[in-house]
């Protein structure tokens, strides 16, 4: 993740990362964690959008509107995959 980053800080031209989170403080909370370690460790400007939900932010995601946001694996399972979470 952090190479791909760093791969983008270098470009000629500026680069903002869109990190997109879902609804929720606690989904707030780890947006804006992403949203900080991106500054602290690249020269990439980051975008902060937020999201209803994990479908649309996945949406988001293939629709290039963002290009991350944290989601728990059993979620994504659940929701995007439609497939039963391992518990």
Known sequence: FLASLAG??????????KVGWKSGTEQNLLGEITARFIQKKTQLAVERLPLEGTTEAH???????????PEY??????EILRQEAPT
């Open 59 to 69: 949406q988001a995601l293939l629709g290039s509107v963002i290009d991350l946001y």
């Open 8 to 17: 983008l800080a270098s470009c000629s031209r500026p680069v903002a990362v």
């Open 73 to 78: 694996p059993g979620a994504a399972v659940a």
